[in-house]
């Protein structure tokens, strides 16, 4: 799992407390300084509590949107329709369930809701169904390196093994500053159900430690989530690695320059890379969609116009001849103002982000509560396949055939939506994202 070349997802979730028994809390920036385009940094001198973003500045969402649709929906409304981006619900619902399985109560019970569970089965159940997708891929992986090396004098000379990865890995840091413990209870459950293991660490080691840590699993996409962890009472990180390629390569000559309409009508170069060949396609009057398949059980499926409901309608899609041309690309988006706590928060999590908010099965030592979420992350798209990466941050204080076959054209030259999708009976939404400029 090492060397890492196609597709990570990484979710961190920062905990932090101040002593028990302070009566003032004070929300701290994680201190990241940023200057990559479409990135919403947090600087050292931010320091707005999260919990006190007016109700009037949130937009609305519809409550009875799955949790993929309402989080992209709202996502868009907070101001990036117009906007290259990407975010990652697997990530986000992974950060949230390390926090929900300390959370107890109402704040429990408004978490679960908010992230599209009606109880911790139905939370956990989505999680065996992630580490299934896992686990297929793993197998595939391994029975197909097994095959190449049993025939390998039947390939070309400059045949390469198949390669790829696909791996999910939980841990606990916890600072050993901290003035409380972690409960025994709770380790033990995040250990049986998600694998995440404790570690303490000193406050002067705590931010390389971590760093270090998120480096090596993101193959240095995402170097490091902050440069100062040393606040941190407990850090909670969750890494969801894939490295996958299609299964029908874009051949690499038959990449070209051409023109690319942004969304508010300016015409750009970028290098499109083309192949012809039979492939999931759906068309409606509204837009159409193309599904290439990528290795180990993998979907990315790339959207023209408005298409509702894509993973419904894939079902009823059919196999055509298609040429598609798509672009060569490298996209980042950082969420960090709140957008996600006003996520959680419009659809119906309110305790959470209050000292009222109740952690107590994390800890009966420390009573924190959610006071910022960040999600950093990153994609690239080539000839071989995807790579792309998620981090999330969830801090938290204490208060205290013969005939000639027709051909469709998917032809990506304008702006497009794309999802990264497991190929299963339901399809979990690794990565959701739009090009527009």
Known sequence: MKKRIISVIITLLVVTGIISGCGNTETQSNGQVTSQENEISVSDEDTTDATNTPI?????????????????????????????????????????????????????????????????????????????SVDSYNEWLKTAQDEFNDYRDYYEDDAQAPDGAFDLENSIWRNTKSSGELSPKYMEYVKKTFG???????EDKITDTVNNWINENTNGLITSISNDLSYADLILVNTLYLRTAWINDFFEPATLEGDFK???????????????????????????????????????????????????????????????????????????????????????????????????????????????IIQKTKIKVDEKGIEAAAATAVMMTESCILEEPEVKEFTADEPFKYMILTDSDTPELLFYGQLVE
Request: glycine share 6%; hydrophobic share 40%; with cysteine.
């Open 56 to 132: 009037s500045e949130i937009p609305e969402v519809d409550i009875n949107m799955d949790f993929n649709s309402s989080l992209i929906d709202f996502i868009e409304k907070y101001g990036f329709s117009d906007k290259n981006y990407m975010i990652s619900p697997t990530s986000f619902r992974a950060a949230l369930a390390l926090a929900v399985s300390g959370a107890d109560g109402k704040t429990k019970d408004e978490l679960l809701k908010a992230m599209g569970f009606n109880s911790m089965d139905e939370l956990t159940s989505w999680y065996e169904g992630v580490t299934a």
């Open 196 to 202: 995440a293991t404790a570690e303490n660490v000193p």
């Open 262 to 372: 942004t969304l508010s009508g300016e015409t750009v170069k970028k290098d499109f890379m083309s192949q012809q060949n039979k492939f999931k396609y759906y068309e409606d009057e509204n837009g159409k969609f193309v599904v290439l398949p990528m290795n180990g059980g993998i979907n990315a499926v790339f959207v023209l116009g408005e298409v509702d409901d894509v993973t419904t309608k894939m079902a009823t899609a059919s196999f055509e001849e298609v040429a598609v041309k798509l672009p060569k690309f490298e996209s980042d988006t950082t969420l960090s103002e709140n957008q996600l706590i006003d996520f959680c928060k419009a659809r119906g999590a309110g305790d959470a982000f209050t000292p009222a908010a109740d952690f107590s099965l994390m800890s009966d030592e420390m009573q924190l509560f959610i006071s910022d």
